[in-house]
């Protein structure tokens, strides 16, 4: 049996209404009693506590809190007496005082004296008089006199406080919160005939006595009125709405203006809009086709669309080549620039005679030819770093020893070490086996052996230590020397890159053997960094553990 939509949106909506009423009815009956009391109760703890405040620092000053009373009401009368927008309430003499300035007569009073008003405790009292309906007294407990009121009982209110400090109150309160200090209850009194909410005890200075009084409402009967008044009104409103809903929803919930939408959508190539809907009626057969439409044409458009972002990604990868091109040609002509005008100008000095002499002909032809090596290096380095990072110079993996190719290099490097005063350590026994490309894997220890020499400083010491860690090799090399600055550490691997570009040039540096470093990782799929240390700086790469290569067998020596 087809399920009308209309009855079911008319049946959620009374459902709705009948379901907020009874939330409503059952949060006043239970809850709404206990928190206006609540309510109350921290306002007048929180005015205790604000008045407290304000009371200590006039007596931590120094000062008689019935004096700083009368001095603050004689200012009051003095600056209202000019204004007779603001009259006086009461006496000035028995102790009265005076109507808080409203913010509309702020421009009147002018801003400074608007303020001076309102911090002192003179209108911190009546702030809370006027805002929360609190009547507060003061009394001198010395003197048993009444230094201030914020009410016209205050004859009575001023001998309350003293008869509840004597143990003399009323029978008929309910104590609420009780402190060190003071204590909240809630009073009935008969005087008046209402519930009223007193706090009454001392300020911290022991001296001044005081009784805070705030008329509680007659909750029980507001709850009760309210409660009525809800029910009277969601009633009628049910019964309206209703009427109302039952003759709107044919145009508001009709399944076929939501098939319309949704074909509008798919006409705009919105393809996740679907139907929705579970009815087994003529209209969820239709939204069902059309959804089977909507992921077919989502389909087609999606291969339509990946083909578009891979063109993207192939017009972005050519700019991206264009662009590494230019900065590589930027750099290159950079670094060419000096060593090519040293060589030319030595060069014309020579052609010109200005090197009469024999030993200055060496020296000119000795910084041609020096400049011309530095060319060839760094164009040696640029060949196998763009053969490295293009994939053209792929790793030979094999496995070998990699504490004998250290020994033997640092025995093939002595004579340099010697000329730069290093004292080398390895001293590292036994066979350690790594799969890798041997050539490779000698080039990177060159690059940080030589980036260690040229910034040898200190005790020019070079240490050189392996250790093996599960399936991975890691081989440090560290130098004493100067450290390197925090913040240039991530971009030692970038091509070009020079800490010190003074000291670089001097030694001949490119800045290009710790790319290539980067770059023979990379190919090798493992890791590289760097690190201050204690005085001095240690680099370190990684490669993969191997176990002691096969010895061959005796037919294939005798190939051999």
Do not use: C
């Given at each position: 049996m087809k399920k009308s939509i209309r009855h079911r949106i008319m049946f959620l909506f009374i459902g709705l209404m009948a379901g907020v009423l009874l939330v409503i009815w059952a949060i006043n009956t239970w809850w709404l009693e206990g928190y206006y009391t609540?309510?109350?109760?921290?306002?007048?703890?929180?005015?205790?506590?604000?008045?407290d405040r304000a009371v200590m620092e006039r007596v931590n000053a120094g000062e008689n809190i019935g004096d700083v009373i009368t001095r603050e009401m004689d200012r009051e009368w003095e600056i209202f007496s000019q204004h007779p927008r603001y009259p006086a309430e009461g006496d000035q003499a028995d102790g009265g005082y005076f109507r808080q300035p409203s913010r509309e007569g702020e421009e009147a009073l002018g801003e400074e004296i608007f303020k001076e008003l309102e911090t002192t405790l003179l209108g911190t009292i009546r702030r809370y008089g006027e805002n929360s309906n609190i009547t507060i007294v003061l009394v001198d407990s010395s003197t048993g006199k009444a230094v201030l009121n914020s009410g016209r009982d205050w004859s009575f209110l001023a001998q309350k406080a003293q008869s509840y400090v004597l143990g003399q109150g009323n029978n008929n309160t309910e104590t609420l919160v009780k402190h060190e200090n003071y204590v909240v209850e809630k009073n009935h009194d008969r005087r008046r005939g209402?519930?009223?909410l007193e706090s009454w005890g001392f300020f911290s200075d022991n001296n001044t006595l005081f009784l805070m009084q705030m008329p509680l409402a007659s909750i029980r009967e507001s709850v009760d009125l309210s409660?009525?008044?809800?029910?009277?009104?969601?009633?009628?409103a049910m019964i309206f709405g209703s009427?109302?809903?039952?003759?709107?929803?044919?145009?508001?919930?009709?399944?076929?203006?939501?098939?319309?939408?949704?074909?509008?959508?798919?006409?705009?190539?919105?393809?996740?809009?679907?139907y929705e809907g579970s009815a087994q009626d003529e209209i969820g057969i239709l939204g069902r086709s059309m959804n089977k439409l909507s992921q077919k044409l989502k389909e087609t458009i999606g291969e339509l669309k990946a083909a578009n972002q891979q063109l993207q990604h192939d017009i972005e990868e050519k700019i991206q080549i264009d662009e590494m091109r230019k900065e590589f040609i930027a750099n290159v002509s950079h670094e060419l620039k000096t060593p090519i005008a040293l060589i030319q100008g030595y060069a014309e000095g020579l052609t010109e005679g200005m090197a009469e002499d024999a030993q200055s002909r060496d020296y000119y032809c000795e910084v041609i030819m020096d400049e011309a090596g530095k060319m060839n290096r760094m164009v040696k380095q640029l060949l196998t770093l763009t053969a490295l990072e293009f994939g053209n110079d792929a790793p030979v993996m094999t496995t070998f020893d990699i504490r004998e190719m250290i020994r033997d290099f640092l025995n093939?490097?002595?004579?340099?070490?010697?000329?730069?005063?290093?004292?080398?350590?390895?001293?590292?026994?036994?066979?350690?086996?790594?799969?890798?490309?041997?050539?490779?894997?000698?080039?990177?220890?060159?690059?940080?052996l030589a980036n260690a020499m040229n910034h040898l400083d200190g005790q020019r010491m070079i240490r050189v230590r392996t250790a093996r860690e599960e399936d991975r090799v890691t081989v440090w090399v560290y130098n004493t020397g100067p450290r390197i600055p925090q913040e240039d550490l991530p971009n030692l691997w970038t091509k070009f890159y020079k800490v010190d570009k003074a000291r670089t040039r001097a030694y001949g540096g490119s800045g290009i053997g710790l790319s290539i470093v980067k770059a023979v990782m990379d190919a090798h799929h493992q890791s590289c960094g760097v690190a201050n240390v204690e005085d001095g700086v240690e680099f370190y790469f990684t490669l993969e553990a191997a176990g002691q290569p096969d010895l061959p067998t005796e037919s294939e020596e005798e190939r051999v």
């Open positions: 609540s309510r109350k109760v921290r306002v007048m703890e929180e005015a205790y506590a604000t008045i209402g519930n009223y409660n009525r008044f809800t029910t009277y009104v969601g009633i009628a009427v109302v809903m039952y003759l709107a929803t044919w145009q508001v919930a009709n399944p076929v203006m939501k098939l319309a939408v949704l074909s509008e959508r798919m006409s705009n190539l919105d393809f996740e809009a679907r093939s490097a002595s004579v340099l070490l010697r000329q730069k005063d290093a004292h080398v350590v390895f001293g590292e026994e036994g066979p350690l086996y790594v799969r890798a490309d041997e050539f490779k894997t000698e080039e990177v220890l060159r690059n940080y």
